[in-house]
Nanobody, 120 residues
């Protein structure tokens, strides 16, 4: 089993910055990719940003130029630096990891979520 623990959420003013962290632990053979998703009240969960083992990046159009995802492979940790925050960024942010737990078996895992609230 794999556990993901997020930290760094909270209340921030519009235009401000915040950094989220997510640490993966447990039966990890190899992490394929890690990423962040978010879900606002009444809306579907949506992709924010992902980073794969080779460093390849993918961002939602709504956060390009404002958010930056990075990863520390040695620590099994992914970060999301969020700048120029807007009220529409308010959501629960979820960490995701695609993990091989054996050389041949992989699965997707989710954190419990951390709330980010941007006040205008």
């Amino acid at each position: 089993q794999v556990q993901l623990v997020e930290s760094g959420g909270g209340l921030v003013q519009a235009g401000g910055s915040q950094r989220l962290s997510c640490v993966a632990s447990g039966s990890i053979f190899r992490i394929i990719a890690m990423g962040w998703y978010r879900q606002a009240p009444g809306k579907q969960r949506e992709l924010v940003a992902t980073i794969n083992a080779g460093g390849g990046l993918n961002y939602a159009d709504s956060v390009k130029g404002r958010f930056a995802i990075s990863r520390d492979n040695a620590k099994n940790t992914v970060y999301l630096q969020m700048n120029s925050l807007k009220s529409e960024d308010t959501a629960a942010y979820y960490c995701n990891a695609r993990v091989y737990t054996t050389p041949v078996a992989w699965d997707d895992y989710w954190g419990q979520g951390t709330q980010v609230t941007v006040s205008s």
